[in-house]
């Protein structure tokens, strides 16, 4: 069955430590993404990978940190640098050999920085 | 400037036909049209994509008119399952940028009994 895994569902963290969310996919998509939301809020585009070895800032980039050493694969890291780091932090994918292919998401990243 | 406006809420009930509307004045000639829906606690899922006339599938219909200025979102006898929030996204993703990635406020569609 393919999809999206982001691990874990809940992670808590101190104040000033780095913190990696997982992301993985199955579906062979060349395209992935990270967005973050708040409570009411919308989703807000924080990095994306168009293909391996390769990455673009969204409109938030500051304070985060992305890899593409794999297809499968698109980690983000949260640093101290970000101020407000709490949020849902959700992780999409999608094919780049069909036109304007849709966003396939995983189920998301609470993280609470304490 | 927004890219896309969409009501903040609405309310409807079980059984009626629902139509949400977005408008996107600025759309450009290879930008598409398409709509997610999220529950609390999930990712946004897709629920339809269209450029123009009318698509529709087998939870959604799209009308889109000719203009293409604005898109309805029309969910056929809603449940109480259907409550959740919907976002309209305007862009072409094929080109390889960010344009189309953009997730405004959503409508926050809720279905009474």
């Known amino acids: 069955d393919g999809g999206i895994t982001q691990s874990p569902k809940y992670l808590f963290r101190k104040e000033g430590q780095n913190v990696t969310l997982s992301c993985e996919q199955n579906?062979?998509?060349?395209?992935m993404y990270w967005y973050r939301q708040d409570p009411g809020q919308g989703l807000r585009l924080i990095y994306y990978?168009?293909?391996?070895?390769?990455?673009q800032k969204g409109d938030i980039a500051e304070g985060y940190s992305v890899s593409r050493e794999k297809k499968e694969s698109f980690p983000l890291t949260v640093t101290s640098a970000q101020k407000n780091p709490t949020a849902f932090y959700l992780c999409?994918?999608?094919?780049?050999?069909?036109?304007?292919?849709?966003?396939?998401f995983g189920n998301g990243t609470r993280l609470t920085v304490t | 400037l927004a890219k896309t406006t969409q009501p903040i809420s609405m309310d409807s009930y079980e059984g009626q036909e629902v139509n949400i509307t977005c408008s996107h004045n600025?759309?450009?000639?290879?930008?598409?049209i398409t709509w997610y829906q999220q529950f609390p606690s999930q990712g946004p899922r897709f629920i339809i994509q269209?450029?123009?006339t009318k698509v529709t599938n087998e939870v959604a219909s799209l009308f889109i008119p000719a203009d293409r200025k604005s898109s309805t979102l029309s969910l056929p006898r809603v449940s109480l399952s259907d409550t959740a929030v919907y976002y309209c996204?305007?862009?072409?993703?094929?080109?390889?940028?960010?344009?189309?990635?953009?997730f405004g406020k959503g409508t926050h569609l809720i279905i009474q009994p």
């Open positions: 999409a994918s999608s094919r780049r050999d069909r036109e304007n292919s849709p966003l396939h």
């Open positions: 579906l062979n998509h060349d395209a």
């Open positions: 990978s168009q293909i391996v070895n390769d990455f």
């Open positions: 600025n759309i450009a000639t290879n930008d598409y």
């Open positions: 269209g450029y123009k």
């Open positions: 996204l305007v862009g072409d993703v094929t080109g390889g940028g960010a344009d189309g990635l953009t």
